[in-house]
């Protein structure tokens, strides 16, 4: 008798069925008899939220802040890092490159967005936010990356939404085990989710998660490659996260959360 995972086979089974994509004939039913809101002619949502707050500029230097290694190099050197260097503060150089190589837009088509992590249907469901402990020249805040305002270039553009007054007694309480210790930036990734259901209605979750690890990978190749640490979670307080980025938790919600320091 299998006694592994006893009293969640229920459960675990239902998780495994949405990990999987539908058969042929299953999905040749549902192309046939599903009707989206994109084959209705209804008006696709915006490829990114409104800017609200202030507006801030970063220029960045790409060949300035890459360290002069190879790409084997660079996959053999990342690692999980929760341990973070108090004292040295990320470049804003360095933050940027970050943020555009995680998010950043090299052209749209119509409702269609092209950046350097894939997606399905070229339709990019997710709003990079960050949380600055310990940037040079930015304010201990909460932040959100604006790419739109740059397509094509590889230029920064960033929006303060709140400042913090005491940053490891809010940021603290987010992570439900190993909390980052000293990292200069937290970065949030939240899913507006009708970006990507707009097309493939109830189809649309499982590509979005797998989306969100293509983000994922980006952020901590380029953590790496301009000399910093980089950690990701998944166990967080999902309430408090959506609470402290100000979104709904139902329409915008929290998927994926990452620090990002300078090494000791």
Not at 11 to 36: L, W
Not at 67 to 94: C, G
Not at 116 to 131: C, K, Q, R
Not at 149 to 175: C, P, Q, T, W
Request: hydrophobic share 35%.
């Amino acid at each position: 008798m299998d006694y592994r995972n006893e009293g969640f086979w229920e459960i675990i089974n239902n998780n495994r069925d949405f990990m999987k994509f539908p058969n042929s004939e299953t999905f040749a039913e549902i192309q046939k008899n599903v009707k989206t809101d994109q084959t209705k002619k209804m008006q696709p949502p915006p490829l990114e939220n409104f800017c609200k707050g202030d507006m801030i500029e970063i220029n960045f230097d790409i060949d300035h802040e890459l360290s002069n290694v190879s790409y084997i190099e660079l996959l053999d050197k990342r690692r999980s890092l929760r341990v973070f260097n108090e004292k040295t503060p990320m470049t804003q150089s360095q933050l940027a490159f970050i943020l555009w190589s995680a998010q950043g837009i090299q052209k749209i088509n119509g409702n269609m967005t092209f950046r350097p992590v894939p997606s399905g249907g070229a339709l990019h469901s997710f709003e990079l936010y960050f949380i600055v402990r310990s940037v040079e020249g930015l304010k201990q805040g909460i932040y959100r990356y604006v790419p739109t305002a740059h397509i094509g270039i590889k230029r920064v553009a960033i929006e303060l939404i709140n400042e913090i007054n005491d940053y490891d007694l809010n940021i603290s309480k987010m992570f439900l085990n190993y909390p980052p210790k000293n990292a200069s930036v937290i970065l949030i990734l939240s899913c507006v989710s009708y970006r990507k259901e707009w097309r493939y209605g109830y189809l649309a979750h499982r590509p979005m998660l797998i989306d969100s690890g293509h983000i994922g990978q980006n952020i901590m190749l380029s953590a790496t490659a301009v000399g910093l640490g980089s950690c990701c979670y998944a166990a967080y307080d999902q309430d408090l996260c959506d609470k402290i980025l100000s979104i709904d938790g139902k329409e915008e919600f929290t998927v994926y959360v990452c620090s990002v320091g300078t090494m000791e």
